[in-house]
């Protein structure tokens, strides 16, 4: 009866997987669509630079593709998944890993962009979600990348039009120190997931 109950749990478990991966895939379909008809190139709505202060378009809609992954953190059977061998555990990890690619993939290529700068945006805004996702709950991981990106497109240049360092997330050029720093954010977050799934807690918890 045990043994029923619990793979009745893994078939609820799948299919809650497949239709939040149906929702995230659709909503990176629609920014997609979205990006390939914009502007290469949007104004900041920065308040303290004298003149304008545009970012790659591919860069800001990064912050979209990092809030399109968050449903994936979820886990319906989290306290089976805590119980589960080692490899379970990491296949949400691996999950989360491959839709980031997938993302950066559906917000690049519409772009036309490259470089380091949608790479780094990306990984930090997705990394900071995880680490919220993994320690709060996803329903409130959306706080951190969006209260970020927001600060730097509004603040995050001086007078001058220069981009402050801490704004690195809208630039269209960041340093290899930033980047590196954005991909470390974004490792943590994701051991920040595995560590929550061996723990058997959910992200809605």
């Not at 497949?18 to 909503?27: A, D, L, P, T």
């Not at 591919?58 to 061998?85: D, F, K, N, Q, R």
Request: aromatic share 6%; charged share 10%.
């Amino acid at each position: 009866m045990l043994n029923g109950s619990r793979a009745r749990v893994h078939v609820a478990a799948s299919l809650l997987h497949g239709w939040r991966i149906g929702w995230s895939v659709g909503g990176l379909i629609l920014l997609s669509i979205t990006l390939a008809a914009s502007p290469k190139l949007i104004v900041l709505p920065q308040v303290l630079a004298d003149s304008e202060v545009t970012a790659p378009a591919a860069v800001v809609a990064t912050l979209v593709g990092s809030l399109l992954l968050l449903p994936l953190c979820v886990e319906p059977a989290s306290h089976l998944i805590a119980t589960a061998p080692r490899g379970r555990q990491i296949a949400v990890v691996i999950r989360l890993a491959v839709m980031t690619v997938v993302a950066y993939l559906a917000i690049v290529l519409p772009a036309h962009a490259g470089g380091w700068a949608p790479i780094s945006a990306l990984a930090t805004f997705t990394g900071e979600g995880l680490i919220l996702a993994g320690t709060v709950g996803v329903t409130t991981a959306w706080t951190l990348p969006t209260v970020h990106c927001l600060a730097a497109m509004t603040f995050g240049a001086d007078v001058h039009a220069k981009v402050a360092s801490w704004a690195w997330v809208v630039s269209g050029s960041p340093s290899a120190s930033f980047v590196t720093v954005s991909l470390a954010i974004y490792a943590i977050g994701l051991a920040v997931m595995d560590r929550s799934a061996g723990r058997g807690r959910n992200a809605y918890d």
